[in-house]
């Protein structure tokens, strides 16, 4: 693979800054970092010329010292189908050159902040190169998930061959910006028990579905009903750094939810569904009806059979209380930690600098097998143990032992004895679906609710997505699958929403997903269910590889470590619709699948 890992030179990139003293153009963009309700042209320009139209008349607030322009390059400094960071003075925006044409947009993605020219330029949008969001180069908009926002797009002209942006100093700081949203024009009374739109849940399928409502111009009342305490939270850090506050995790703020008339009550537990009156009943007799109902419940923990279920400081992680709780039961104690999925090894990686024991119980003989083969899962078990983790794998829990009802031994089947001062199971789950069961909602027999490509159950105006469905998968002859994505349920939120609103929209993505542990990130795109075959390349023994997972002669999935954008490039070629065939990675020789196109 000789070069294609190879750092690029750096470019030293003169800055030119400078403010106009005629306000002419007119940024897609108000101070506020919002799209502007004047932005009627296109933000980024073509080669040779400037992008808007010089008679647009200037709003009142836009104000010279609002932006900052600067020639960044060269106009032959980039070719075609390349991207490069560029520095303001005031910021740093990603200049694209695609079909002879200058954009700028955002250089951060507003996910996690991964540096998008890192990642991949493809066909009008470029690919986050850690977990897969794909945004529009035009208008910064979000168009694959995960994700809530979207990117701020700067002006581009050409002047002298020289590529000069013009930006809005407050965009170039914040880096994201939310898409337009409706308001409620109903007049509500908050205590009515009826909602045009309501949601069961408050992860990403829910969040989004709301969203989307609002974006695509719903102007009725949504509620969004969720057991949890707390505003709606970025769930997947829970288990990479247990320390993390409610707060400090929160996609949304209840300002922001009041500001867009998307009304959460919290602590409600739905009991029941009425489908024939359209109502649903919570555990403290609260019923709402709706005109459409979307479900959005998500998983519990698999239930488990051991003696002494009585016994204090056994956590499921759930919640930052939870994580808060672990963590500082675990500081300098001995943890257990029940089962090898994702959340479980997460938990045990994030607890070694914590506890003075980390153990890990698995009924595999190593983890991940089934989900990234056992090459790969060696590879991991063994970073694991270098990190003083001990595994007792081929074995389940008999017992937890306590002393004055607080946790102190772990009993195995296999008659070993753990100390344990805190013990967290992670060993799967089950959709949370069992207050369905009377309701008439189609389910399959593990307790999936079926939906069809739109996210429409059986039932007439009930929807559901997230963790708890089975949907047509395009990729597997539209088989019903469940994948339990972060970055899925996104998706489903959209497809939902769009479809209540009569705008019939199908699933188009790939799944992505991603497992930090040690420092070390683990991305994985595709359906890998069923494969048959992992071809490795690279050095797994460095843990710097991809592992192209495939059934018959045909490459299904990709996983990785160390080696971006790889896994976004495949998952970019999987989201054309192209195959990639199982020859074309054995060759040892993957050049062709890695990006070039940043510099």
């Known amino acids: 693979m000789g070069g294609c890992f190879s750092k690029p030179k750096p470019v030293d990139v003169k800055v030119e800054l400078s403010l106009l003293e005629k306000e002419k153009e007119v940024d897609g963009l108000s101070p506020n970092g919002k799209a502007s309700p004047f932005a009627d042209c296109r933000p980024n320009g073509a080669l040779g010329h400037g992008s808007d139209d010089d008679s647009t008349p200037l709003p009142l607030y836009h104000k010279s010292r609002d932006y900052v322009e600067a020639s960044v390059c060269h106009v032959k400094d980039l070719e075609n189908g390349q991207m ?203 019923r709402m009806e709706y005109s459409k109902l979307f479900i959005a419940t998500g998983s519990k923990p698999k239930p488990m059979n051991y003696k002494g279920t009585d016994v204090k400081n056994v956590f499921h992680l759930r919640t930052p209380d939870d994580a808060n709780s672990i963590a500082r039961l675990a500081n300098n104690k001995n943890a257990v930690i029940v089962g090898t999925s994702f959340v479980g090894m997460e938990v045990a990686a994030a607890l070694t600098d914590k506890a003075h024991s980390v153990s890990v119980i698995g009924i595999e003989s190593l983890p991940f097998k089934k989900a990234l083969g056992e090459k790969v899962g060696k590879a991991i078990m063994k970073l694991f143990e270098a990190n003083r983790v001990k595994f007792y794998m081929l074995n389940e829990v008999s017992e937890m032992l306590g002393h004055h009802g607080q946790l102190k031994e772990v009993v195995l089947k296999s008659g070993k004895v753990l100390r344990a001062d805190v013990c967290v199971i992670g060993a799967g789950s089950v959709p949370a679906t069992g207050f369905l069961k009377q309701s008439g909602i189609h389910m399959d027999s593990k307790g999936f609710i079926t939906v069809n490509k739109m996210m429409q159950t059986n039932v007439d105006g009930v929807f559901a997505g997230g963790d708890t469905v089975v949907f047509p998968f395009p990729p597997r002859n539209n088989k019903k699958v469940n994948i339990p994505h972060w970055q899925m349920a996104h998706v489903h939120g959209r497809v939902a929403a769009l479809s209540m609103m009569g705008k019939v929209t199908e699933i188009k993505t790939v799944p992505y997903f991603w497992s930090a542990m040690f420092g070390k990130t683990i991305r994985y795109a595709g359906y890998g269910d069923g494969f048959d075959d992992v071809i490795i390349q690279g050095d797994l023994d460095e843990l710097r590889f991809v592992a192209f997972y495939t059934r018959s002669e045909e490459v299904v999935a990709v996983a990785s470590m160390n080696y971006d954008p790889i896994v976004s490039r495949v998952a970019e070629v999987l989201g054309s619709g192209k195959t990639i065939k199982k020859r074309d990675v054995e060759t040892g020789d993957i050049s062709w699948l890695i990006d070039k196109g940043s510099q």
């Open 84 to 286: 490069r960071e560029v520095d303001l003075g005031s910021g740093r925006a990603l200049l694209i050159k695609e079909h002879g044409e200058f954009s700028a947009m955002g250089h951060k993605c507003p996910h996690y902040g991964a540096p998008l020219v890192k990642g991949v330029l493809s066909k009008g949008h470029v690919r986050c190169p850690w977990h897969g969001a794909c945004f529009n180069i035009a208008t910064g908009d979000i168009e694959d998930f995960p994700g809530l926002d979207s990117l701020p797009t700067f002006q581009v002209r050409v002047e002298k061959d020289k590529v000069i942006i013009r930006a809005n100093k407050q965009a170039l700081q914040s880096q994201k910006r939310s898409k337009p949203m409706a308001r409620c024009s109903a007049v509500i009374n908050s205590s009515t028990g009826f909602s045009h739109v309501l949601i069961i849940g408050s992860g990403p399928a829910a969040l989004v579905c709301a969203e989307t409502l609002r974006q695509e111009g719903f102007t009725d009342r949504i509620v969004m009903c969720t057991m949890d305490r707390h505003p709606p939270y970025d769930r997947p850090k829970l288990s990479k750094s247990l320390d993390n506050t409610a707060e400090q995790l929160r996609l949304r703020s209840m300002d922001f939810l009041q500001d867009h008339d998307i009304e959460l009550l919290t602590e409600k537990e739905a009991v029941a569904i009425d489908v024939k009156t359209r109502s649903v009943t919570f555990e403290d007799g609260l």
